[in-house]
Each structure stands twice: as structure tokens, then as C-alpha cells.
């Protein structure tokens, strides 16, 4: 069966969040904020230089974050020179494409070379965010920079065409490098991705031009202000996530607002014209997230402790070193085939953490302590079926055999921080403090704001929401608690029982509906 993909876009006033759902399932999630601009990876700035840190054969750049980001020698590039001498004659006067094409590529960077007889403090240069801000850290840049497209990475100031290891035919293979070629501009180079094969000429040129044109159109501001600025970012994070999935083919993706909805058709239509229809406007009156179930998902899928199935669990915690998942096998029984039970509860906890390490995009490090298994078959089963799990992960990672103990690590590539979402909502019965009062004189507590509401704000009609076992204690007999307050205070209660609500919790509302404060 084929798997089902719908990407859900939610749009609202402070930020946009991607949902990628498989089979319904939720397996990734990102937020974007539009307010104001975030550094993020791809990104491309006019860097100021601040201070060159010789031992580590790096520099910090001020990007305009109040974190200085760090470059590494290795990270310069083969032609930093060209670009360099592209910054320093770039002006207003000036025809800056003919500058950009006469400016001659190389000698390359030496690869032993010394990062303090290149760069100077207070010296300008174009730099490209590949990771971004994480705790303390600043973001990790490169001056190599590339504008990546759904079919072609852009290379400014480069030689080589390369095409994907992936292209398997090699006719294909000369004639996506032969096009390409082709149509490249003076001292631009390019990759040709996977997604490319079998594209036609038209796609292709569409797509080459309007990288180039990006580019280009940046110089504007580099000749206008040699000041530290944002040159241009990618696409948003949307179109970006459409560029490096859509070779998954979705079935459907659902937008609630007419303007991005018409942004990622237009995208698409330009990239992968067969797909436009794919793309629809939500417009129900319920929330899209609700809608889609992703709310729910969200919520069930971001605690610490993540139930998987017939009673297992993970429990997640995070440090700043490294991720630590624990697999417990809750509940299951403890019979003569324990053995193979375990194997059982650690293949569900393999896909549950492959997908939990998509969903929260955790980086870095990551520990899993299985349940012990007693045979190596099984220890290498589990080990098999966790790099099979990890295939379809997109950030580069590496997984390590089970160790003697039991413990398997992880390593993912991190470019961004982990997503954290809280799940937890304070009680409000005892607001977080963790005791409420005696049950004995709730009765009592109620009474005395209905006093209040009654007597001091004149209230004759009001509506008293509580718990269905609170409220069956209200009204319990032909004497009942709530009858003699109608009776001694001569007011109309009318009585709503909340299944959500916490066994002693209550609230009261005037006849509007309106909420009032106890």
C-alpha cells in the first residue's frame, strides 16, 4: 500500500507551522515566525569581521546577531578570493555584472592555509548560515555560497557541474551536464540533483534563471550600503520544505490562507507543474489543526513520557551535552517467551524514535537504553531495523551498534535547536501547587463566593459548571445542597456538569455566559 502524504500549512497572525503527516500520522513539524526575521539556515549576509582566533584557525563574524557567528578557515571556500574582490569593487557607479563576470576564478584557497593571512578584522565578506544559533552558540557560517533550487544547486563563482551519484544512467547523467552548461552564466557552476532526471529543458532554464536572478538581485544592497545586512534568505520555510520533499510525492497539501496558498501553487507550478493540483485552500470554520487531528498529535507526542503501544513507553529527557531515551515495557506480560517480547517492544520503540527524532529535530547526540536482550541475533535485528527506520531522516546521521549494555548510539546532524513544545497545563484547582482543598468543605468554598456574587454584585441568574462527581454530591437527595442555596438565597442556579473538568473544579457565569472570578 502506498504511503498517504498531506502537508498541513497553519497560518495565523505570529507565525506559520508545517505539519507533514504519513498515513495520518504526524512525523514532522515546523514553525516559522513572521514577525521580524530569524536567523536561519541559508540565509546569506554582508559579515563584518570582528576578531581572527588563530589556534582554532577560525574567525567571528558579526551577522547583526547578538551572538557573533564563527567561520572556520576550511569553511572559506575554494574561491574566496573572488568573491572578496567582488565585495571590495561592488559600488553604485559601477556595471556590477560585468564586474561579477570578469572577475577571474582562483587560485584556489591553499587547504594547510592560515585564516589570519586571509581575513582582518573590520574586513567585509558574504557568508551563508549551515547551522544555526543553538544555547550559547552562535551561528556556524560558510563563504561558499550556493542558492539551492527543487532540481539545480546554484555555485556562484565556480567551475564544476556535478551531477547526482543517484542519476544512475549515464546518458541521462551527460545530458542534464550538458544542458546545464549550457545555459550557465559566466563564472556560475551548479549541482544537479536527483530530483532533475527526466526534466525537461524548459523546467530546468526556469528554474536556473530565477536562482541566478536572486543573486544578483542582492548585489543592489551589497553595492548600496557596505554596512552588515541580510543580502537575502531562502525560500520560506514552506517552499523550502516543499523543495526537499516533494520527490516524496504528496497527495495533498492543505493551506488555511489564500495568500501562502497561492505562493506554494505558484512554487509548485514552477517546479513540478504535474503537482499544482495537489495543493488546496482550507477555508472550514474549525481550525486546520484540529481539523487534521494535529492538535491531538502534538499534544500526545511532545511529553517527556510518549506511550507507544500496548503498554510501552519512552521517557525523553534532554541535557545540554546530549539526548537520553529511556524504552520501558510498561505493563506487557512476563512469560517464557520474554525474550521475544522484549525484541518485540524495542522494534515499536525503534520506529517511535526514528519518528521522535524527526518531529523534535533533535541534533547532536542521542542515547537510547533498549530493554537487555539476551541473543546477538536479536541485538543485530534492532540494530538493522533502526538504520532501515532512519533512511527516510533528511539531516545526515549516524547509528551505532547496540553496546554491551544495551545502549544504542545516535548521531544526527544538528543545524537548528531541538523542538520542545510544553504539554502540560497548570491545575486549575490547586495552580500548580499540588493540594487542594479538603473535599469536606468544597460545598463550603462555593457557597461563600455565591454569597458574594448574590449579595455584594446583585446577581439573581447564574450557571455553576463543575465535575459530574462534585456535581452529583451538589445534588444528592431531596434535601440537596444546591436546593437549599436557591431556597436561602433566592436565586436561579442552573447546574452544568464538565467531563473535562478536575474532580473538585467549579466555576460560575452570569446569565451572558460570562465567565466570573473567583
Known amino acids: 500500500m502506498e504511503d498517504v502524504k498531506d502537508l498541513i500549512v497553519d497560518v495565523n497572525s505570529t507565525e506559520v507551522s508545517i505539519a507533514l503527516m504519513q498515513n495520518h500520522r504526524l512525523i514532522e513539524l515546523n514553525k516559522e515566525s513572521s514577525q521580524g526575521h530569524t536567523f536561519s539556515v541559508g540565509?546569506?549576509?554582508?559579515?563584518?569581521?570582528k576578531k581572527i582566533l588563530p589556534a582554532l584557525n577560525a574567525a567571528f563574524v558579526d551577522i547583526g546577531d547578538?551572538?557573533?557567528?564563527?567561520?572556520?578557515?576550511?569553511?572559506?571556500?575554494?574561491?574566496?578570493?573572488?568573491?572578496?574582490?567582488?565585495?571590495?569593487?561592488?559600488?553604485q557607479n559601477a556595471d556590477l555584472k560585468g564586474i561579477y563576470s570578469h572577475i577571474k576564478i582562483g587560485p584556489a584557497l591553499e587547504k594547510e592555509g592560515r585564516i589570519e593571512n586571509v581575513l582582518t578584522p573590520g574586513q567585509m565578506i558574504v557568508v551563508q548560515i549551515v547551522k544555526e544559533p543553538i544555547s550559547t552558540k552562535g551561528s556556524r557560517l560558510t563563504a561558499e555560497i550556493s542558492l539551492a533550487g527543487r532540481n539545480i544547486v546554484?555555485?556562484?563563482?565556480?567551475e564544476k557541474v556535478s551531477v547526482s551519484q543517484k542519476i544512475s544512467s549515464k546518458e541521462e547523467k551527460r545530458r542534464l551536464e550538458t544542458l546545464v552548461r549550457n545555459i550557465l552564466p559566466k563564472n556560475y557552476g551548479a549541482i544537479i540533483r536527483t530530483a532533475a532526471e527526466g526534466k525537461n529543458a524548459a523546467i530546468l532554464d526556469a528554474e536556473l534563471m530565477s536562482l541566478v536572478d536572486k543573486w544578483e538581485s542582492s548585489w543592489k544592497k551589497l553595492a548600496r550600503s557596505k554596512s552588515v545586512q541580510l543580502l537575502f534568505t531562502e525560500y520560506s520555510k514552506t517552499t523550502t520544505i516543499l523543495r526537499d520533499l516533494l520527490?516524496?510525492?504528496?497527495s495533498n497539501i492543505y493551506v488555511n490562507d489564500e495568500n501562502v496558498y497561492e505562493e506554494i501553487r505558484k512554487y509548485i507550478s514552477l517546479i513540478s507543474p504535474e503537482q499544482e493540483k495537489i495543493v488546496k485552500h482550507y477555508r472550514e470554520a474549525q481550525p486546520i489543526f484540529d481539523h487534521f487531528e494535529v492538535t491531538r498529535q502534538i499534544k500526545s507526542s511532545f511529553g517527556k513520557v510518549v506511550p507507544i503501544r500496548q503498554g510501552a513507553y519512552l521517557v525523553i529527557e534532554h541535557t545540554e551535552a546530549l539526548h537520553v531515551i529511556d524504552v520501558n515495557s510498561g505493563i506487557r506480560a512476563k512469560n517464557k517467551e520474554q525474550e521475544q517480547n522484549t525484541f518485540d517492544v524495542n522494534c515499536y520503540a525503534a520506529e517511535e524514535i526514528a519518528r521522535q527524532l524527526r518531529l523534535r529535530d533533535m541534533g547532536g547526540i542521542v542515547i537510547v537504553d533498549f530493554i537487555d536482550m539476551e541473543t546477538n541475533e536479536h541485538r543485530n535485528a534492532l540494530y538493522k531495523k533502526m538504520q532501515d527506520l532512519m533512511q527516510d531522516d533528511r539531516a545526515k546521521h549516524n547509528v551505532l551498534p547496540l553496546t554491551k549494555f544495551g545502549l544504542m548510539q545516535i548521531t544526527r546532524q544538528r543545524v537548528r535547536p531541538a523542538t520542545e513544545i510544553n504539554t502540560t497545563e497548570v491545575c486549575p484547582v490547586c495552580h500548580g501547587t499540588g493540594k487542594i482543598s479538603s473535599s469536606v468543605v468544597i460545598d463550603e468554598a462555593i457557597e461563600r463566593r455565591l454569597v458574594y456574587y448574590v449579595s455584594e454584585k446583585k446577581l439573581k441568574n447564574l450557571t455553576l459548571k463543575v465535575s459530574p462527581i462534585l456535581g452529583a454530591y451538589l445534588t444528592k437527595g431531596f434535601f440537596s445542597i444546591l436546593g437549599k442555596w436557591k431556597?436561602?438565597?433566592?436565586?436561579?442556579?442552573?447546574?452544568?456538569?464538565?467531563?473535562d473538568f478536575t474532580v473538585l473544579q467549579n466555576e460560575f457565569y452570569n446569565e451572558n455566559g460570562d465567565k466570573l472570578d473567583s
Do not use: M, W
Open 154 to 158: 546554484l555555485l556562484p563563482f565556480a
Open 247 to 250: 520527490n516524496d510525492s504528496f
Open 66 to 91: 547578538e551572538k557573533e557567528a564563527f567561520v572556520h578557515y576550511l569553511d572559506l571556500g575554494l574561491y574566496f578570493k573572488s568573491f572578496d574582490e567582488f565585495v571590495r569593487r561592488a559600488n
Open 43 to 49: 540565509d546569506v549576509y554582508l559579515g563584518k569581521v
Open 487 to 499: 431556597r436561602k438565597y433566592q436565586c436561579k442556579i442552573k447546574l452544568v456538569e464538565v467531563t
